[in-house]
């Protein structure tokens, strides 16, 4: 099973850009189809994005679409999250997590991914 660690989160203003990390180990990569989610306080989790394990395939929550991009190497065992255009609104504690359904489609509840990072937090001020 992989472990997962995030990073590249931080304070930026609105209208900024920011790009998240997700690097994996412990685990075979193209296993699994990962998904970024985020948490904001007194808030539910919320399904940001997912990737295939190919990298040929992404779907997107409603609130990102257009703005943030998910993209995945898997030379280098990392998925990231490349968010623009950023709001107040987007932030949050960002999560990446892994599926090793692979063959069943993208998924965008948090319940159907076995493994989770530790998350990294975003701040955008406004």
């Known amino acids: 099973q992989v472990q997962l660690v995030e990073s590249g989160g931080g304070l930026v203003q609105a209208g900024d850009s920011l790009r998240l990390s997700c690097a994996a180990s412990?685990?075979?990569?193209?296993?699994?189809?990962m998904g970024w989610f985020r948490q904001a306080p007194g808030k539910e989790r919320e399904f940001v994005g997912a990737?295939?394990?190919?990298?040929?395939?992404?779907d997107y929550g409603d609130s990102v679409k257009g703005r943030f991009t998910i993209s995945r190497d898997n030379a280098k065992n990392t998925v990231y999250l490349q968010m623009s255009s950023l709001k107040p609104g987007d932030t949050a504690v960002y999560s990446c997590?892994?599926?090793?359904?692979?063959?069943?489609?993208?998924?965008?509840?948090?319940?159907?991914?076995?493994?989770w990072g530790q998350g990294t937090q975003v701040i955008v001020s406004s």
């Open positions: 997590a892994a599926d090793s359904g692979i063959w069943t489609g993208l998924k965008k509840s948090g319940r159907e991914y076995e493994v």
């Open positions: 412990g685990g075979i990569f193209i296993n699994y189809s």
């Open positions: 990737i295939n394990w190919r990298g040929d395939s992404t």
